[in-house]
C-alpha cells in the first residue's frame, strides 16, 4: 500500500548548533573520560560546550552561561527553566580535574554551578542562580505573592520533599 504523500516526505533533520560542540560527541568523549570520576591522568577533552538554542519569544536573546560538572543535581533545575521557557544558554560541562587546577581557585565560593549573567556578574550558589533564570524566562511568578509562592514550593521540594521521598 501507498504511503500518503506527507508521510512519504522525508523528515528534515534537526537544524544544526550554530555554536556549542556536537551533544553526541560531547556525550562519547565524556563517557571515555570517566564522567564524573576522571582520573587525574586523564589527558583528553576536559570542557564542552552544549548549547541550548533560543525559541519563540526568547529565539533572538543573548544566551546565558551555565558552569557545571557531567551530572543533573544543582545544575538541572536552572537547565530546566531555560528549556522550558525557550530561552537560549550555553551550558559548559567541566571534568572535575580541569575543575580543581583551572576554575575552582577563580571562584567566589570555591564550588559550582555558576552562571554568568547576561551583565557578566558570577553568580554562584544554586538558589541564587535558580531565582535569576526563573525571572529571566518569566517563571517566577506575578506579583509578590505569586513569586512568594513559586519560593515557597521550591523550598519545599529541596527540604521536605527529598526528606519524605517525594
Ligand atoms: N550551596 C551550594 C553547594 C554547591 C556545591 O556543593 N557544589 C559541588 C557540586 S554539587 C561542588 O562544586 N563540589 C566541588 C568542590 O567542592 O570542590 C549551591 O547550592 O550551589
Given at each position: 500500500m501507498k504511503r500518503p504523500a506527507s508521510a512519504q516526505k522525508k523528515a528534515k533533520p534537526a537544524k544544526a548548533a550554530k555554536y556549542g560542540d556536537d551533544p553526541l560527541t560531547v556525550r562519547r568523549q565524556l563517557f571515555e573520560a570517566g564522567g564524573l570520576m576522571v582520573p587525574n591522568t586523564y589527558e583528553g577533552p576536559q570542557l564542552w560546550t552544549l548549547a541550548g538554542p533560543g525559541i519563540g519569544k526568547f529565539a533572538k536573546a543573548k544566551p546565558v552561561e551555565l558552569?557545571?560538572?557531567a551530572l543533573r543535581s544543582l545544575g538541572q533545575l536552572?537547565?530546566?527553566c531555560l528549556e522550558y521557557a525557550g530561552y537560549p544558554y550555553m551550558l559548559k560541562v567541566v571534568t572535575s580535574p580541569e575543575f580543581r587546577e583551572k576554575l575552582k581557585p577563580t571562584l567566589i565560593f570555591g564550588r559550582l554551578p555558576l552562571l554568568r549573567t547576561l551583565k557578566g556578574t558570577e553568580l554562584v550558589q544554586s538558589k541564587a542562580i535558580l531565582r535569576y533564570v526563573a525571572n529571566l524566562c518569566g517563571l517566577a511568578g506575578k506579583g509578590e505573592d505569586e513569586r512568594a509562592s513559586c519560593d515557597m514550593l521550591?523550598?519545599?521540594?529541596?527540604?521536605?520533599?527529598?526528606?519524605?521521598g517525594h
Amino acid at each position: 500500500m501507498k504511503r500518503p504523500a506527507s508521510a512519504q516526505k522525508k523528515a528534515k533533520p534537526a537544524k544544526a548548533a550554530k555554536y556549542g560542540d556536537d551533544p553526541l560527541t560531547v556525550r562519547r568523549q565524556l563517557f571515555e573520560a570517566g564522567g564524573l570520576m576522571v582520573p587525574n591522568t586523564y589527558e583528553g577533552p576536559q570542557l564542552w560546550t552544549l548549547a541550548g538554542p533560543g525559541i519563540g519569544k526568547f529565539a533572538k536573546a543573548k544566551p546565558v552561561e551555565l558552569i557545571y560538572f557531567a551530572l543533573r543535581s544543582l545544575g538541572q533545575l536552572p537547565q530546566m527553566c531555560l528549556e522550558y521557557a525557550g530561552y537560549p544558554y550555553m551550558l559548559k560541562v567541566v571534568t572535575s580535574p580541569e575543575f580543581r587546577e583551572k576554575l575552582k581557585p577563580t571562584l567566589i565560593f570555591g564550588r559550582l554551578p555558576l552562571l554568568r549573567t547576561l551583565k557578566g556578574t558570577e553568580l554562584v550558589q544554586s538558589k541564587a542562580i535558580l531565582r535569576y533564570v526563573a525571572n529571566l524566562c518569566g517563571l517566577a511568578g506575578k506579583g509578590e505573592d505569586e513569586r512568594a509562592s513559586c519560593d515557597m514550593l521550591h523550598e519545599m521540594l529541596q527540604t521536605e520533599g527529598k526528606i519524605d521521598g517525594h
